[in-house]
């Protein structure tokens, strides 16, 4: 497993302006170094401390996209998140956004992000459209609020109902430097998958970061992120 110091919160914070002045959805970091990044969509919920404490044991550090809707029920998860792991916001209740209101569109963000920053005195500079289908009046938003969108390299298709073994096998597909798997942490069977998925990440001498980890430990460059985002635009909206 990689020995480098962990990145500060300042460099982690200069590593977000800098990819937010690009003003594209990343899809993965850089390919320096064996770090790879876990997220984790709608929560919070029953299922998140029991993730958190898998990536406790093993040392390792998850990016946690949530709702709106769930953070006033779970409250203290949503603050052990904030402090000890990195929150990324998922909108408010997980609607379509192409198919509301440029208004509509606008409140599921900004009223999800205002209430997690309230409740965590944190802010939250992480964004992941419900079904990776972002559109031009979200992405706006985003940017002017110096966020980065956050999509994925691999998705696990948890999210699809599939097994354990599936969702373990196409994440470990993924254990790739600057790699970026979508999970949810909702299901029962990710948990499952997650449980043997870390050990095997250990196995290979990766380790699992945030994303603004991530961002500093395997900087991409901004013709990376350019081309990432253009050979992705036509096939963004996957399903989740």
């Given amino acids: 497993m990689p020995t480098d110091l962990m990145p500060t919160a300042e460099q982690q914070q200069e ?37 958190m404490n898998e990536m406790r044991k093993y040392g390792f550090h998850a990016t946690f ?9 779970w ?31 606008i409140q599921e963000v900004a009223r999800s992000v205002g209430r997690s920053e309230q409740i965590t005195h944190k802010a939250v500079r992480l964004f992941r459209p419900p079904y990776g289908a972002g559109t031009s009046v979200v992405s706006n938003w985003v940017n002017q609020h110096n966020m980065v969108e956050v999509l994925w390299t691999q998705d696990s298709r948890d999210s ?7 969702i373990l096998s196409r994440s470990e597909q993924y254990i790739t430097p600057g790699a970026i798997i979508l999970l949810h942490e909702n299901r029962g069977q990710t948990v499952k998958a997650v449980n043997r998925l870390l050990p095997e990440i250990r196995r290979r001498g990766f380790k699992a ?23 992705r635009a036509g096939t963004r909206a996957g399903k989740k």
Avoid: C
């Avoid at 990819?19 to 997220?39: D, S």
């Avoid at 970061?209 to 050979?231: C, F, K, M, Y």
């Fill in 15 to 51: 590593a977000l302006y800098r990819v937010a002045r690009v003003g594209v959805p990343i899809y993965r970091a850089g390919n320096q170094k064996p770090y790879v990044a876990l997220t984790f969509d709608d929560g919070p919920g029953p299922n998140t401390v029991k993730v």
């Fill in 65 to 73: 996209f949530t709702n709106g809707k769930n953070v006033d029920r």
């Fill in 75 to 105: 409250r203290d998860t949503l603050k052990r998140e904030a402090s000890q792991q990195a929150l990324g916001d998922h909108t408010w209740s997980h609607r379509y956004l192409p198919g509301l209101s440029a208004s509509a569109q």
């Fill in 160 to 166: 699809l109902g599939a097994p354990w073994t599936e």
């Fill in 209 to 231: 970061v945030t994303i603004p980890q991530l961002l500093v430990l395997n900087p991409p460059s901004e013709a990376q992120l350019r081309s990432d985002a253009g050979a």
